[in-house]
């Protein structure tokens, strides 16, 4: 099972702030990488996929690297929606598994 | 439009069965490009795939292995729906479960069900 570590638990930002996320495969998994928000109460929602690419409707403040097995997620310019915790996830092999989450808080 | 109802009971006892039903309106639980997955959330395990299955001129199911051995997950093509059975379960096994839609990543959920496992 491929191991998803992500650092740092949790982040806290100030608003209109870059916020930097990152994500650790324990092996290869190519871009075969997503992130996701998640608010209180509320599913998952997906924001990016294949590692760099936004999905439907996600602002385009919202950006992701890769580099190895280092990935990461950018927010450029934090808006008040956007405090939540932040998953990682590989789809390269089964089973499918999750980071265990990063915390953006406001500063 | 694509939805997600999840059904069945918030508490179940040590030992017994847990059961969720997850049925899907806006697509086909038999799709060949889908997949439908049971996905749990626990704050002391995360966020946990359980299993899978999709249709692709067969049925597949895919388990992760810490249930391999107590999980079923079936489809209803009648209802358009899918299934999560987990034996023998303890209080391990209480968290919040979402159905979902997704080969890869997941595109759409389940409302989520919080499954408390107590006597």
């Known amino acids: 099972e491929i191991v998803m570590t992500q650092s740092p638990a949790t982040l806290s930002v100030s608003p209109g702030e870059r916020a930097s996320l990152s994500c650790r495969a324990s092996q290869s998994i190519s871009n075969n990488l997503a992130w996701y928000q998640q608010k209180p109460g509320q599913a998952p929602r997906l924001l990016i996929y294949g590692a760099s690419t936004r999905a439907t409707g996600i602002p385009a403040r919202f950006s992701g690297s890769e580099s190895g097995t280092e990935f990461t997620l950018t927010i450029s310019s934090l808006q008040s929606e956007d405090f939540a915790v932040y998953y990682c996830q590989q789809y390269n092999n089964w089973p499918l598994t999750f980071g265990q989450g990063t915390k953006v808080e406001i500063k | 439009q694509i939805q997600l109802h999840q059904s069945g009971p918030g508490q179940v006892k040590p030992s017994q069965t847990l059961s969720l039903t997850c049925a899907i309106s806006?697509?086909?639980?038999?799709?060949?490009?889908?997949?439908w997955n049971w996905i749990r959330q626990s704050p002391s395990r995360g966020l946990e795939w359980l299993g899978r299955?999709?249709?692709?001129?067969?049925?597949?199911?895919e388990y992760v292995s810490s249930v391999k051995s107590r999980i079923n997950i079936n489809s209803d093509t009648s209802k358009n729906q899918f299934s999560l059975q987990l034996n023998s379960v303890t209080p391990e096994d209480t968290a919040v479960y979402y159905c979902?839609?997704?080969?890869?990543?997941?595109?759409?959920w389940g409302q989520g069900t919080l499954v408390t496992v107590s006597s």
């Open positions: 299955t999709y249709y692709r001129s067969k049925w597949y199911t």
């Open positions: 979902a839609r997704g080969l890869a990543t997941v595109d759409y």
């Open positions: 806006g697509d086909s639980v038999s799709s060949n490009i889908a997949a």
